[in-house]
Structures are given as C-alpha cells and as structure tokens.
C-alpha cells in the first residue's frame, strides 16, 4: 500500500494508507453512519460524485458478492475507512472489496481518525476534498479542489440510455419506471407485489410513457441536485391524476418541485441505514435508509396540495409527502419491505386499485 492524503476544502489534511485504485480524486465529502451493507452503499447510484466516509471502523472484513450490488459497478468516487479489512471471512464473498475499487478507478484511504472526520462534516456541512498521492502538494489539492464544481449532468451519465424490462410471474400490474438511478432492490421490492417493471430513460418523453399502458409511475431514487433535472417536471405535472405516482429519495424531490415547493442545501445530509423517521399517520417510528443532500422547505408545501405523512425524528425534515386526490406519495427514504399495510409499496400498490392488465 502507498501513502495517501485526504485534503479538505478547508485547508485540513489527513494522511493514510492507500487502497484500491492509485488514482487521485475530487468530490463532495460524506459520512455514511450505516454498521453493514457497504457493498449496497458503494454500489447506490445516489452516491455517485460522492467520496464516502465510514462511520464505522473496519470496512471490507466481508468482501464484496456478486448477488448484493445495487448497480453493475461501485458508484461512489472515493473511500474512507478507519481500518481496511484485507482478508474477508464471509463464505459467500466472490471479490475482494480492493480489487474491485482498483477495475472500477475508485481511490481508497485508511487509517485515518474518522470521528474527527465525521465531526468535522457536522459542525462545517459537507464540503470538496481530495484524495492524493502522499506527496502531491496540499497548495495544489486546494488549487485543483477550488477549481472542482459537481457535474450538473451526473443523472443522464447513470440512468439508462434505452427501455428495458424486469417481469414477474402472474403480474397483476405495470408499473413505468423513470430511471434517475435507479437500484436492483426497488426492482425487486416492485416485483415481489406481482408488478412487471418497465424501466425508462430520465429524459422518457409522456408518449413514449404512455405506449406501455402502465398502471403507475414510479420515480427512482438518484443522484444530483434536484434543480438540474427540471425537465422532468414537466412530465410529472401531465401524468398527475391520470394514475397514481410514487417518488422514492429523489424522485420526492422531483414530485415536490412539480408541485411548486422549493427545496435547500441541507448543512449536513442523511447518509445510512439507520436513520429514524415518524410516520405522522400511526405515529410509529420507522428505522430508514437514506441518501440524501436536499430537502423539502416545509413553509413552501403549504401552497402545495402535498400534505406531510414522514418526519426526520432527529431534525425534524419533512421526509414523506402525499396528494390524496392525485394519487401521489413520495418518501426521502428508500422503503425497506415490511408486512406493515403502511410499507410504502402497498400503498402504491392499492393506488393502482387492482386492476389487472390485459
């Protein structure tokens, strides 16, 4: 392993030992607060520009399985752990989570104090940083980290280029997917209740939509600020009424913006699979995972039809919304199956009202 660093857009510099790719990299810097499923986390298209670092302290201590990715490739653009585990003991591991970092050019660096990183991104917000070679000159990671902005057009990069299909046994329904980056397990979720998936471009115009005769729409989950991708809310407002509509992370933020609220920068995002919500409906308190940079202004949906049903427990941001009369729900949050009647799915499912395709 060679030595690294991590430079901070705020001048502060960390120095580890280098893994994975032997590359240097530009993002936005995170925590992730998630105890396992670090292979489904580097593999979320969500996390794409993102350079992750682990709450937890050892990392890859399972390796990677071929059936557990959330996308064809590890997504994020950097990682950072306290302690590599190079040697996994899980007897299902296929891949060596190093290895696979090295095909897929994502720079790693351990050894570094990761409270004191998470604390940093707390009290200061997410911030850029940089992953270099040891002796690259902090002077020109700040230069090169200065001059870095996110891509505005990281959605057209991860959602698919064509339609494709995903089919069920007796499926009762067709639910149209709009791929904003879109993971293996919603996929599944959706055909584990009887829905045939038909997965389309972000860009999928309404008579393209339209030709597979779904029975609802369901909006990916992604990467992004939401703001670059306004194109789609045009499609959204046609569809509204016409069939139900469902929003997962954000595809919340999408529906939201259709219906005129405004969303903000949040000073810290929602990273992990262990984040509380309350279900302002049952008053029960649901344990989510989430991925997220941006949410709702509260004041702003009270010009909106959207009616709050999820709160943040911790911070107190709106993280589920609802138009009755449209049929249209979305959460922030990616829905975990459940035989709760409230699990997000069903309700989208009992939307659609039943009727079976021809």
Not at 4 to 31: P, Q, S, T
Not at 239 to 251: A, F
Not at 300 to 317: A, E
Request: net charge negative; proline share 4%; aromatic share 8%.
């Amino acid at each position: 392993m060679n030595k690294r660093k991590l430079v901070l857009e705020n001048g502060k510099v960390f120095e580890g030992e280098g893994f994975g790719a032997d590359c240097e990299r530009i993002a936005e810097l995170v925590y992730n607060t998630s105890v396992v499923g670090y292979q489904e986390t580097f593999s979320d298209p969500s996390n794409l520009e993102y350079i992750m670092v682990m709450g937890y302290p050892v990392i890859g201590s399972y390796g990677l399985t071929d059936e557990d990715y959330e996308s064809n490739e590890l997504t994020i653009s950097g990682l950072v752990v306290r302690e590599y585990s190079k040697y996994p003991s899980n007897f299902r591991y296929t891949h060596e989570l190093d290895e696979r970092m090295e095909e897929a050019g994502v720079p790693g660096i351990s050894g570094l104090d990761t409270r004191e990183l998470v604390r940093i991104i707390k009290e200061e917000g997410s911030m850029r940083a940089m992953i270099a070679d040891i002796d690259t000159p902090v002077e020109e990671c700040l230069k090169k980290i200065k001059e870095y902005s996110v891509p505005k057009d990281i959605v057209a990069k991860i959602s698919t280029k064509k339609v494709w299909y995903s089919r069920t046994l007796n499926y009762k329904y067709t639910v149209a997917c709009i791929d904003l980056g879109l993971k293996k397990s919603l996929i599944k979720m959706l055909k584990d209740l009887s829905c045939n998936v038909v997965v389309l471009p972000y860009n999928a115009s309404i008579e393209t939509i339209m030709k597979y005769k779904p029975n609802g729409i369901f909006i990916s989950d992604g990467p992004s600020n939401p703001y670059d991708i306004e194109n789609i809310i045009e499609t959204i407002n046609e569809l509204k009424g016409k069939m139900p509509i469902l929003g997962v992370g954000l595809g919340q933020e999408i529906i939201e913006l259709a219906y005129g609220a405004k969303l903000v920068k949040q000073h810290v995002g929602h990273n992990g699979s262990n984040i509380p919500v309350r279900n302002l409906k049952t008053n029960k308190i649901e344990i989510t995972s989430q991925n997220d940079q941006y949410a709702v202004d509260e004041k702003s949906l009270k010009n909106t039809s959207l009616k709050p049903t999820h709160q943040n427990v911790i911070d107190g941001i709106i993280t589920g919304v609802e138009d009755k009369a449209n049929k249209v729900i979305a959460v922030q949050y990616n829905p975990q199956p459940t035989d709760d009647e409230d699990y997000v799915f069903k309700r989208f499912i009992k939307l659609m009202g039943g009727k079976k395709n021809a």
